[in-house]
């Protein structure tokens, strides 16, 4: 720079030239970054478009707890309910189907429990809730465009075969080629309507520069484009002065009373738009819909997680209590399990599902006893058997509130009052 005092430009900081000149403090930070096209993503996998809406760690958890609520639901209605009872392959199919059925609140099973009543209600206020949200979020992919960049990182461009595009006289070139990227494959162009035209006839699939052109770029054409990292930052932009200058001091001191202002923002956001606006699309922005994951529901798993286990050990621990006595003393802890486990498998007779109540204020137990007839009371106050079977086929008569035997129950009643054979008067029939 033995001709000029100074050049003040965009003039990028590298190592190298500051082997030359001195630059004085950097006016502008600046980073290497790409830019490309956006593509509606909507168009790409819609045949499983619908496992989209939840991240897989929040599937798993979610059918984990249908088929933890469906064993607890099993677990406490066992003993005393019909219809969690039966063969071993039977309860398994209805375990399952009563958890996974609560998805669409399609469960017919009548609940007996109040423990289990507790535990369905909270888990499906949690189906609910998760279900809403699934469906918001499935509507939004569908009807809101989701775009994304066409090349999601440097390493994904370096293995494909687009060509790239470079602003001529850029340091970019040099930087590109030492990193090992194929010569070949670069494209230098002269200014921002000429990389427009490429981009979009699709003869260039990315553009690689610093951020500030790029940002120029995205204030006039922002809808069919985004930036896209990662960001490899550089020097940023100085002004140039020969081997000793003066002047160096005191521009670094102006550019940092400058930069502890706000003036400098502003004049940023003026030529190069928001530093923070990188294109069409950003992470979570108004354009995309992201898929929702475990985090945000972690809570709801863990109210509806702790209610199931605790109705669960509530009812274990008032089962062994009331049936501590039925087990046999001085057994291993493996017999002592195996002897619960067997008394848990049987059905609990004394359930108020297993007993009904007849007509006569009678209570049985179905499948285990009979039940005893109805009591008959006469108008002299008696209690009598009322007539249910064979045997009894008089009827009270309504003036003396007797009953008439039967001729076959008589015939044996005389019988029994003459063992001897002899008819009436003591003579033979």
């Known amino acids: 720079m033995g001709t000029f005092d100074a050049a003040v430009a965009d003039i990028t900081m590298t190592a190298n030239r500051s082997n030359y000149v001195d630059f004085t403090l950097p006016y502008a930070g ?22 989209k809406p939840l991240r897989y760690d929040l599937w798993f958890v979610s059918a984990a707890f249908f088929l933890f609520t469906g064993f607890v639901v099993w677990a406490i209605e066992h003993r005393a309910n019909r219809e969690f ?18 998805l669409v609140f399609a469960h017919r099973e009548t609940l007996k429990s109040n423990l289990s009543r507790f535990v369905v209600l909270v888990w499906v206020f949690v189906v609910l809730i998760l279900q809403s949200s699934y469906t918001a979020s499935l509507t939004s992919m569908l009807t809101v465009p989701q775009l994304e960049p066409a090349v999601a990182d440097y390493g994904e461009l370096q293995r494909g075969t687009e060509m790239v595009g470079v602003m001529n006289n850029s340091f970019v070139l040099r930087a590109m080629t030492a990193s090992g990227f194929p010569q070949g494959r670069l494209v230098r162009y002269p200014n921002s309507q000429t990389i427009h035209e490429c981009l979009l006839n699709g003869s260039i699939g990315a553009v690689v520069n610093e951020t500030p052109y790029l ?44 930069a502890e202002s706000d003036e400098m923002n502003m004049i940023e ?7 923070n606006d990188d294109g069409a699309t950003q992470d979570g922005g108004p354009f995309t ?33 009331a049936n501590r006595r039925e087990l046999p003393p001085h057994l291993s802890w493996k017999d002592w399990l195996s002897s619960l486990f ?17 007509d006569g204020g009678a209570v049985s137990v179905r499948n285990n006893t009979v039940a ?48 001897d054979g002899s008819g009436e008067n003591g003579r033979g029939p």
């Open 215 to 258: 940002r120029i770029f995205l204030k006039t054409y922002r809808d069919n484009f985004t930036m896209t990292g990662p960001l490899n930052r550089t020097g940023g932009f100085g002004f140039a002065f020969p081997k000793g200058s003066p002047y160096v001091t005191d521009l670094s001191q102006a550019i940092l009373k400058l």
């Open 30 to 51: 600046t980073a290497i970054a790409m830019l490309v096209r956006v593509r509606d993503q909507r168009s790409n996998k819609r045949t499983w478009v619908f496992l």
């Open 85 to 102: 009872r039966g063969p071993a392959s039977y309860q398994v199919g209805t375990l399952l189907y009563f958890g996974f059925s609560t």
């Open 269 to 275: 956001r003026k030529w190069f738009g928001d530093p």
């Open 342 to 358: 067997k008394l848990f498998d049987d059905k609990d007779p004394s359930s108020h599902t297993f007993r009904v109540k007849d």
């Open 289 to 321: 819909s992201n898929s929702l994951s475990f985090s945000s529901f972690w809570g709801l798993f863990l109210i509806t997680g702790a209610t199931s286990l605790l109705c669960c050990v509530v009812h274990l621990a008032t089962f062994v209590a």
């Open 372 to 419: 005893s007839p109805p009591i008959a009371h006469s108008e002299l106050g008696s209690p009598l058997s009322a007539p249910y079977t064979s045997e009894w086929s008089g009827t009270a008569s309504p003036a003396t509130g007797e009953i008439e035997l039967a001729a076959g129950r008589q015939e044996r009643d005389e019988a029994a009052l003459n063992p």
